[in-house]
């Protein structure tokens, strides 16, 4: 990518407590982390530009491309830089507006968890956001995609936390935004949507689905339900 047509953002990931105090992490922690911020990255950018709350990715040509700098030694300061095609972000404005989206669609999706919010009311919080965000709807499958995706890769992006660190700082050069998060932001992240009594009194509560026999030829089985 020709950097004379890009605009380049420093983002640095912070690892800090525990390990990456001694320049050490867990691989697993590690490669999830970077993982979990490369999707959410990607997918929240994409509804930015966009402006269609959907999973539906940027054209490989004009994607904005991720890449890690060189590890400093006895550190877990993850420098990356960020390129983003001048024909999708003209101007500072526009890259500050997209970390604005990135910072609140993080902020929301943490605090309808820690909200115990069901996952409807959590879809509707979201619609909302987006809506605030000049970003359209598309339909119900596509927004409750969008949901899911974030929330697996906001769930990898925290894997470090109590685990080879205590908190994760995102940091970006030109906007100068930053996203700290720490261990009680990790156990809401982590835990599920609120389910409405009422709605396990009608018997909507898991159940466990046992296979009983399939035919290999034409996919059809035999289930039964714990």
């Not at 359209?136 to 890769?153: K, P, Y």
């Amino acid at each position: 990518m020709n950097q004379r047509n890009v605009s380049i953002d420093e983002v640095k990931l912070s690892f800090s407590g525990l390990d990456t105090d001694k320049g050490l992490i867990g691989i697993r922690d590690l490669t999830k982390a970077l993982n979990g911020w490369l999707v959410f990255w990607e997918t929240s950018t994409a509804a930015f530009i966009n402006k269609e709350l959907s999973t539906k990715p940027i054209p490989e040509d004009s994607r904005p491309k991720i890449k890690i700098r060189a590890f400093e030694h006895n550190s877990f300061d993850v420098l990356t830089d960020i390129y983003i095609p001048l024909t999708l972000v003209a101007g500072v404005g526009i890259v500050k507006s997209l970390w604005k989206w990135l910072r609140l669609l993080l902020k929301r999706q943490i605090d309808t968890k820690k909200a115990l919010m069901t996952r409807e009311d959590a879809i509707e919080a979201l619609i909302k956001l987006a809506k605030e965000s000049d970003i359209s709807i598309t339909n119900t499958i596509e927004t409750v995609r969008f949901i899911d995706v974030i929330d697996d890769a906001l769930n990898n992006l925290v894997e470090p936390i109590n685990r080879s660190a205590k908190k994760i700082v995102i940091e970006s050069k030109i906007t100068k935004t930053e996203i700290h998060l720490g261990p009680a932001d990790k156990l809401a992240l982590r835990s599920g949507y609120h389910i409405d009594p009422a709605l396990r009194a009608k018997g909507l509560e898991k159940h466990s689905v046992k296979f009983i026999r399939i035919n290999t030829e034409t996919g059809n089985a035999l289930i039964t339900f714990d």
